[in-house]
């Protein structure tokens, strides 16, 4: 899908998010990390000056890391 949108100018990227809510629990220590904390991820990857395509983002409490897969 990357490859195919990139030549009208689309971009498409992957959200691998985490968030403990009331439906889910809580983390051991019983800090809560809501999806607030994974929109703003999506509103960024969203914008229209975005130049990532065919990546894949693991999104949780406010944090961003960019996963990659590779083998030799």
Known sequence: MASKGS???I?????????FTA???SMEDGERIGAELV?????????????FNGK????????????F???N
């Open 56 to 67: 894949i983002f693991e999104v949780a409490a406010g944090r961003v890391a960019e996963n």
């Open 39 to 51: 929109s703003t991820a999506v509103l960024w990857l969203s914008h229209k000056d975005n130049q």
């Open 11 to 19: 971009t498409v990227n992957m959200l691998a998010f985490g968030a």
């Open 7 to 9: 030549e009208r100018g």
């Open 23 to 25: 439906l889910s629990g």
């Open 69 to 71: 897969f590779g083998s």
